[in-house]
């Protein structure tokens, strides 16, 4: 077994014991603190779009989201609440931890469900900055990951980590930096760069509070520097452990949205 | 008067004369270092212009860039471009040009980057057409399938007939495109197999053009000067003699460009023509000069004397000549379109320094010529003059003799080509100002028999409101007027949102029948749309509609840029709005630089009239204030008259597009072949007062001051005719046509206005 000797010698080599984990780890625990906090959570989120000519978009919608492995799959329901045009359209996703995910909409104007079938996560979410993987989360295992360094960063000690998708056919980003504050493992702030080695998208989050005892972010900032775009996310009313049951994230409660969804 | 000291002064002191002139020339020379080439056809409208203004916003709003494209074409191959080998080969070539430094890799067409919505078992796909990767036969066929029965994609990305596919590559800057185009060309090279990929866009034809430019400028421009030299050899015998109108040629040419770049203005089609209309404008002074001088010389010996008589004989209609042919140019001030005001101003500019540098250049050099080598000059006449005086002598002849034949068949051809005129088609396209064979014409030809049209030009309804576009009663509306569009001459596709909504929709349903259509209420759009924009890429849509809902931008491809097909589809629209209302609060706008090209067209049509006219008067008056009487300034303006009306009608029946480059002759006709008669008048004139008789006036008009003329009128033909070797069409149609007009003006002159003299002999005053 190779990878504890290395870790052990690691270890003996590093001055703060404490502190020692590897990226590896810095990752995994970030991606369980940001996108799998309790079992259930359920927030409203504010989703504002602008782009380089200042027009600008609005979406305001719910998410529940559900673990049923942590780590590993999990499943979403996103139910819009606005434009008041696309009220009640939901959108629902089975993360799946290897394979495609599953994707539903529905149309409600003609009371229809589709599975949406997309390989592509890359792609924006309604329209914004953020990626369905920015939303769901990216699987920790699609890149290789090298702690570059700690910094201070926006008043918080932060890891600094370095992300190289292990097949980049897959992916728009050549690499991308992670900061990862020490203290809550929430990501602060994500740099995306492309084959060039230019800066094209970053994505930070500018507030964080603490409910009902886990660290959340409830402001994110996306920019695409290429284009201009901006999008702002805010979440409200975030609550954890409601005990979202399995059953609404069928396809039947797609037409008959669940009480949690509302206010 | 302070010309006659200044040209005593240069006899003085020529060698300081020669000096200052070749300090001020370098000076001007330093300003070529910060020449900018401008090859943008919106130049043609200045930047303030409305339509303009207009056009680039909606280039913004939607995203609508300079595109380099390329067309993937396999027509021997009967599955086309549908073959795992070229699609492989497709999908390799727009990842690698993904990569290129430059372009605008988020609005790259191409089967790889732009969605396709497919739907199917209970599913609804928004990817790209292609995956990247090889493909399997089967795939293959699957996609071109998939393409063609999507509306969007069809005619645009896929040809109907499955032999082509088309890669637009959007660039940020269009002065990195040539560099683009290589990198493409070489990236296509590399993976090239059976089919053909031609490589063309407005920014390819742009660059081309402004390489081809500078071959002008680099080859027809200095030939035109060797031909003048060559021709003025002919003339005088005297290699040192005719240094001096050619160093007055260059030296002009260099403080006319000097100026042009030192102010900032760009070397532009017209402008690049600066110096090939300088080069024998310039020299027809000294031509006159040296005329003289020539036969001057031999009776006196003394140059310093000959000069003060022939320069005394000369400088009247010199400084008209002079003045007149920068008017005509100057006129062109009077049109809205900046690169040909331009142009205009600084040929005149460069018409007035060839005047003042003939009067007091020409002295001085001559003075500095060694005694020895003057002995020659003057003493053998020209080979040709025999047989010149005899034709002058007939045409003399005739003009008087057969005065009333020669006015009515004046006139006759002036009906006749007034008729010519009324049936002049009035129309450009800029890929015509290539040449047939030219690569960028081949690729326009074969893109556009294999695509729905390459020449966009796009109609935006504007509705100032949020969601305004999401409505049926909008969509339905738009549905209609893309459909009228569709069945206009030329049109071969029309793209909208609609398209959108419907492919959608229909995929939605499983392609159920009757499900290929606008649904019936707003929220139904909008919900199709925001799948649209979580399930694929909203840039894709930004495309058709802004992202507010507020306007909706319908793609009109023409397979011709005609202006006349543009005018139409304009027109067509234009009624069609009218007998079908828009909905309320609704308004349309072109856009597109097929569009615009039309735009400039008409204020240049309109603007040329308006120069004619402003020429046509000003030359008018100076002409009676010249001869200092109203009729000998209506008769100087007689064979102008008649050679534009000639000109134009040819035009007219020939079937000849008026363009622009024919529309800029007629102001330069005016200002250069009212020479002919400003000489030919004023020596009439002259010698009638002296001889008192008409006869002996025509045998003495039609020996030296003819045959002054008829040199003059050969050097500017024969001057214009290197431009038939200039690689674009517009230099040739001008060499062509000023070719023609001088020697048609140079003999309407000849014959017309001794014809009306005689006539008039009783009225005339002299």
């Not at chain 2, 005719?242 to 100026?259: R, Y």
């Not at chain 2, 802004?546 to 306007?551: F, G, I, N, T, V």
């Given at each position: 077994?190779?990878?504890?000797?290395?870790?052990?010698?690691?270890?003996?080599?590093?001055?703060?014991?404490?502190?020692?984990?590897?990226?590896?780890?810095?990752?995994?625990?970030?991606?369980?603190?940001?996108?799998?906090?309790?079992?259930?959570?359920?927030a409203?989120?504010?989703?504002?779009?602008?782009?380089?000519?200042?027009?600008?978009?609005?979406?305001?919608?719910?998410?529940?989201?559900?673990?049923?492995?942590?780590?590993?799959?999990?499943n979403?329901?996103?139910?819009?609440?606005?434009?008041?045009?696309?009220?009640?359209?939901?959108?629902?996703?089975?993360?799946?931890?290897?394979?495609?995910?599953?994707?539903?909409?529905y149309?409600p104007?003609?009371?229809?469900?589709?599975?949406i079938?997309?390989?592509?996560?890359?792609?924006?979410?309604?329209?914004?900055?953020?990626?369905?993987?920015?939303?769901?989360?990216?699987?920790?295992?699609?890149?290789?990951?090298?702690?570059?360094?700690?910094?201070?960063?926006?008043?918080?000690?932060?890891?600094?980590?370095?992300?190289?998708?292990?097949?980049?056919?897959?992916?728009?980003?050549?690499?991308?930096?992670?900061?990862?504050?020490?203290?809550?493992?929430?990501?602060?702030?994500?740099?995306?760069?492309?084959?060039?080695g230019?800066?094209?998208?970053?994505?930070?989050?500018?507030?964080?509070?603490?409910?009902?005892?886990?660290?959340?972010?409830?402001?994110?900032?996306?920019?695409?520097?290429?284009?201009?775009?901006?999008?702002?996310?805010?979440?409200?009313?975030?609550?954890?452990?409601?005990?979202?049951?399995?059953?609404?994230f069928?396809?039947?409660?797609?037409?008959?949205?669940?009480?949690?969804?509302?206010? | 008067?302070?010309?006659?000291?200044?040209?005593?002064?240069?006899?003085?002191?020529?060698?300081?004369?020669?000096?200052?002139?070749?300090?001020?020339?370098?000076?001007?020379?330093?300003?070529?270092?910060?020449?900018?080439v401008?090859?943008?056809?919106?130049?043609?409208?200045s930047?303030?212009?409305?339509a303009?203004?207009?056009?680039?916003?909606?280039?913004?709003?939607?995203?609508?860039?300079?595109a380099?494209v390329?067309?993937?074409?396999?027509?021997?191959?009967?599955?086309?471009?549908?073959?795992?080998?070229?699609?492989?080969?497709?999908s390799?070539?727009?990842?690698?040009?993904l990569?290129?430094?430059?372009?605008?890799a988020?609005?790259?067409?191409?089967?790889?980057?732009?969605?396709?919505?497919?739907?199917?078992?209970?599913?609804?796909?928004?990817?790209?057409?292609?995956?990247k990767?090889?493909?399997?036969?089967?795939?293959?066929?699957?996609?071109?399938?998939?393409?063609?029965?999507?509306?969007?994609?069809?005619?645009?990305?896929?040809?109907?007939?499955?032999?082509?596919?088309a890669?637009?590559?959007?660039?940020?800057?269009?002065d990195?495109?040539?560099?683009?185009?290589?990198?493409?060309?070489?990236?296509?090279?590399?993976?090239?197999?059976?089919?053909?990929?031609?490589?063309?866009?407005?920014?390819?034809?742009e660059?081309?053009?402004g390489?081809?430019?500078?071959?002008?400028?680099?080859?027809?421009?200095?030939?035109?000067g060797?031909?003048?030299?060559?021709?003025?050899?002919?003339?005088?015998?005297?290699?040192?003699?005719i240094?001096?109108?050619?160093?007055?040629?260059?030296?002009?040419?260099?403080?006319?460009?000097?100026?042009?770049?030192?102010?900032?203005?760009?070397?532009?089609?017209?402008?690049?023509m600066?110096?090939?209309?300088?080069?024998?404008?310039?020299?027809?002074?000294?031509?006159?000069?040296?005329?003289?001088?020539?036969?001057?010389?031999?009776?006196?010996?003394?140059?310093?004397?000959?000069?003060?008589?022939?320069?005394?004989?000369?400088?009247?209609?010199?400084?008209?000549?002079?003045?007149?042919?920068?008017?005509?140019?100057?006129?062109?001030?009077?049109?809205?379109?900046?690169?040909?005001?331009?142009?205009?101003?600084?040929?005149?500019?460069?018409?007035?320094?060839?005047?003042?540098?003939?009067i007091?250049?020409?002295?001085a050099?001559?003075?500095?010529?060694?005694e020895?080598?003057?002995?020659?000059?003057?003493?053998?006449?020209?080979?040709?003059?025999?047989?010149?005086?005899?034709?002058?002598?007939?045409?003399?002849?005739?003009a008087?003799?057969?005065?009333?034949?020669?006015?009515?068949?004046?006139?006759?051809?002036?009906?006749?080509?007034?008729?010519?005129i009324?049936?002049?088609?009035?129309?450009d396209?800029?890929?015509?100002?290539?040449?047939?064979?030219?690569?960028i014409?081949?690729?326009d030809?074969?893109?556009?028999?294999?695509?729905?049209?390459?020449?966009?030009?796009?109609?935006?309804?504007?509705?100032d409101?949020?969601?305004?576009?999401?409505?049926?009663?909008?969509?339905?509306?738009?549905?209609?007027?893309?459909s009228?569009?569709?069945?206009?001459?030329?049109?071969?596709?029309?793209?909208?949102?609609?398209?959108?909504?419907?492919?959608?929709?229909?995929?939605?349903?499983?392609?159920?029948?009757?499900?290929?259509?606008?649904?019936?209420?707003?929220?139904?759009?909008?919900?199709y749309?925001?799948?649209y924009?979580?399930?694929?890429?909203?840039d894709?849509?930004?495309?058709?509609?802004?992202?507010?809902?507020?306007?909706?931008?319908?793609?009109?491809?023409?397979?011709?840029?005609?202006?006349?097909?543009?005018?139409?589809?304009?027109?067509?629209?234009?009624?069609?709005?009218?007998?079908?209302?828009?909905?309320?609060?609704?308004?349309?706008?072109?856009?597109?630089?097929?569009?615009?090209?039309?735009?400039?067209?008409?204020?240049?049509?309109?603007?040329?009239?308006?120069?004619?006219?402003?020429?046509?008067?000003?030359?008018?008056?100076?002409?009676?204030?010249?001869?200092?009487?109203?009729?000998?300034?209506?008769?100087?303006?007689?064979?102008?008259?008649?050679?534009?009306?000639?000109?134009?009608?040819?035009?007219?029946?020939?079937?000849?597009?008026?363009?622009?480059?024919?529309?800029?002759?007629?102001?330069?006709?005016?200002?250069?072949?009212?020479?002919?008669?400003?000489?030919?008048?004023?020596?009439?004139?002259?010698?009638?007062?002296?001889?008192?008789?008409?006869?002996?006036?025509?045998?003495?008009?039609f020996?030296?001051?003819?045959?002054?003329?008829v040199?003059?009128?050969?050097?500017?033909?024969?001057?214009?005719?290197?431009?038939?070797?200039?690689?674009?069409?517009?230099?040739k149609?001008?060499?062509?046509?000023?070719?023609?007009?001088?020697?048609?003006?140079?003999?309407?002159?000849?014959?017309?206005?001794?014809?009306?003299m005689?006539?008039?002999?009783?009225?005339?005053?002299?």
């Amino acid at each position: 077994m190779r990878k504890p000797i290395l870790l052990l010698l690691l270890i003996l080599a590093t001055p703060s014991l404490s502190l020692a984990l590897t990226a590896d780890e810095i990752i995994d625990k970030s991606n369980l603190a940001y996108y799998y906090a309790a079992n259930d959570g359920k927030a409203r989120a504010k989703m504002y779009i602008k782009d380089s000519r200042g027009r600008e978009r609005y979406r305001e919608m719910t998410i529940l989201r559900k673990d049923i492995k942590d780590g590993g799959k999990q499943n979403f329901y996103i139910y819009f609440h606005e434009p008041a045009d696309v009220s009640k359209m939901v959108f629902m996703v089975w993360k799946q931890a290897e394979g495609d995910d599953d994707r539903w909409l529905y149309l409600p104007a003609i009371d229809l469900v589709k599975r949406i079938a997309t390989s592509d996560k890359r792609s924006s979410f309604a329209g914004g900055v953020f990626t369905y993987e920015d939303v769901s989360g990216r699987r920790t295992g699609d890149d290789t990951h090298t702690l570059l360094r700690d910094e201070k960063f926006a008043g918080k000690d932060a890891y600094v980590i370095k992300n190289v998708p292990k097949d980049a056919a897959l992916v728009e980003f050549d690499h991308y930096i992670s900061w990862i504050d020490k203290e809550t493992f929430l990501p602060i702030k994500g740099e995306y760069y492309n084959d060039k080695g230019k800066l094209y998208r970053t994505i930070e989050v500018e507030k964080t509070a603490v409910i009902d005892g886990y660290p959340t972010s409830i402001k994110g900032v996306g920019k695409n520097l290429d284009t201009g775009l901006t999008t702002t996310i805010e979440f409200v009313d975030v609550k954890y452990n409601v005990g979202l049951k399995e059953k609404i994230f069928q396809e039947r409660y797609l037409r008959k949205a669940p009480r949690e969804v509302e206010k | 008067m302070i010309l006659d000291t200044i040209i005593k002064k240069t006899l003085d002191r020529p060698k300081t004369t020669l000096l200052i002139y070749a300090i001020i020339s370098i000076l001007f020379l330093t300003q070529f270092v910060k020449i900018k080439v401008d090859t943008d056809p919106e130049n043609m409208l200045s930047k303030e212009d409305p339509a303009r203004v207009a056009h680039r916003e909606f280039k913004g709003e939607f995203a609508l860039h300079d595109a380099i494209v390329v067309g993937v074409v396999d027509d021997a191959n009967e599955l086309g471009v549908f073959t795992p080998k070229t699609l492989h080969n497709i999908s390799n070539i727009s990842e690698e040009i993904l990569k290129i430094e430059g372009i605008i890799a988020k609005d790259l067409v191409s089967p790889i980057t732009t969605d396709d919505i497919r739907g199917g078992g209970g599913s609804l796909i928004i990817e790209p057409l292609l995956k990247k990767g090889a493909v399997s036969s089967e795939e293959a066929l699957k996609m071109r399938d998939s393409a063609l029965a999507n509306p969007i994609l069809k005619d645009m990305l896929i040809s109907a007939d499955g032999k082509a596919i088309a890669i637009a590559v959007p660039i940020k800057e269009k002065d990195q495109s040539y560099r683009i185009s290589r990198e493409i060309q070489a990236i296509t090279d590399k993976y090239k197999g059976s089919e053909e990929y031609h490589i063309t866009g407005l920014p390819v034809a742009e660059d081309t053009f402004g390489v081809e430019m500078f071959k002008q400028m680099a080859i027809s421009a200095p030939l035109a000067g060797l031909i003048i030299f060559l021709l003025m050899y002919y003339f005088f015998r005297s290699f040192t003699l005719i240094i001096a109108p050619m160093i007055v040629a260059m030296v002009s040419i260099v403080w006319t460009m000097g100026l042009l770049i030192g102010s900032g203005y760009t070397l532009h089609i017209m402008s690049s023509m600066i110096p090939i209309f300088l080069m024998p404008i310039a020299v027809v002074d000294s031509i006159h000069i040296l005329s003289e001088f020539y036969d001057e010389y031999q009776k006196t010996g003394d140059r310093r004397i000959t000069f003060a008589k022939v320069m005394h004989n000369l400088m009247t209609p010199m400084f008209y000549t002079s003045v007149t042919s920068a008017v005509g140019f100057a006129s062109l001030a009077l049109t809205p379109i900046p690169p040909v005001k331009v142009f205009g101003l600084h040929v005149a500019f460069g018409i007035m320094s060839a005047w003042f540098l003939t009067i007091t250049l020409i002295p001085a050099f001559v003075m500095l010529v060694p005694e020895r080598l003057m002995k020659n000059f003057g003493s053998s006449g020209d080979g040709s003059t025999s047989n010149m005086i005899k034709i002058q002598e007939m045409v003399g002849h005739f003009a008087t003799k057969r005065s009333k034949w020669v006015i009515s068949l004046t006139l006759l051809v002036v009906a006749i080509s007034s008729y010519g005129i009324s049936l002049t088609i009035v129309n450009d396209n800029p890929v015509y100002w290539f040449e047939k064979q030219h690569r960028i014409r081949i690729a326009d030809k074969v893109l556009n028999s294999h695509f729905g049209g390459t020449y966009m030009s796009y109609l935006v309804l504007d509705g100032d409101e949020k969601d305004a576009m999401k409505s049926p009663a909008m969509m339905h509306y738009i549905e209609d007027l893309q459909s009228h569009i569709d069945s206009i001459k030329m049109v071969g596709k029309t793209t909208s949102l609609v398209d959108v909504i419907k492919k959608v929709g229909f995929e939605l349903r499983d392609r159920a029948e009757g499900s290929d259509k606008i649904p019936d209420s707003s929220d139904a759009i909008a919900q199709y749309l925001f799948l649209y924009e979580m399930s694929g890429d909203p840039d894709d849509l930004y495309h058709l509609v802004d992202p507010e809902y507020k306007k909706a931008n319908i793609w009109v491809h023409l397979k011709k840029g005609d202006n006349m097909y543009m005018k139409e589809v304009i027109n067509s629209v234009a009624s069609y709005i009218k007998t079908n209302p828009l909905p309320e609060g609704i308004n349309t706008k072109w856009a597109g630089l097929t569009y615009i090209n039309v735009v400039w067209q008409e204020k240049m049509v309109a603007g040329m009239l308006k120069a004619l006219i402003g020429s046509f008067v000003m030359v008018l008056f100076i002409m009676t204030f010249l001869f200092r009487s109203l009729l000998f300034g209506l008769i100087s303006m007689v064979p102008l008259t008649v050679t534009i009306a000639f000109i134009y009608g040819v035009v007219g029946f020939s079937g000849k597009f008026y363009d622009m480059p024919v529309a800029v002759l007629s102001s330069l006709t005016l200002g250069l072949s009212v020479d002919f008669a400003i000489h030919l008048v004023q020596r009439a004139r002259q010698i009638l007062a002296e001889e008192k008789d008409w006869g002996r006036t025509i045998d003495k008009l039609f020996d030296e001051p003819v045959r002054a003329i008829v040199r003059n009128a050969v050097v500017i033909a024969v001057g214009f005719t290197p431009l038939f070797v200039a690689p674009l069409m517009p230099y040739k149609t001008v060499g062509l046509f000023m070719a023609l007009i001088m020697a048609v003006s140079g003999a309407i002159t000849l014959i017309v206005i001794p014809s009306i003299m005689t006539l008039l002999k009783g009225v005339m005053k002299t």
